[in-house]
Nanobody
């Protein structure tokens, strides 16, 4: 089991920046992929970005060029740097990990609110 705790959410004006962090504990040796999803009110949860243990990254088209995902394997932490934020980025952001056999873990989420 992997436990995940997100931090860094909050209220920011459009055009501003936020950095989300997610610290993993527990069976961290098994983690392969780390990533971030988000869920806006009334919408389905969607992938924002993911990063593999080898450093390969994927981004949703809606955030490309504005968001950077990174991870510090020594600290078992994944980060999401978000710049040029838009009101449509408002959502609860969830950290997730996938282990080497496909098992997934989720954090409780952190709320990001972007005001216009």
């Amino acid at each position: 089991q992997v436990q995940l705790v997100e931090s860094g959410g909050g209220l920011v004006q459009a055009g501003g920046s936020l950095r989300l962090s997610c610290a993993a504990s527990g069976s961290v040796f098994s983690i392969d992929v780390m990533g971030w999803y988000r869920q806006a009110p009334g919408k389905q949860r969607e992938l924002v970005a993911r990063i593999t243990s080898g450093g390969s990254t994927n981004y949703a088209d809606s955030v490309k060029g504005r968001v950077t995902i990174s991870r510090d394997n020594a600290k078992n932490t994944v980060y999401l740097q978000m710049n040029s934020l838009k009101p449509e980025d408002t959502a609860v952001y969830y950290c997730t990990t996938v282990n080497s056999i496909g098992g997934a873990s989720w954090g409780k989420g952190t709320l990001v609110t972007v005001s216009s």
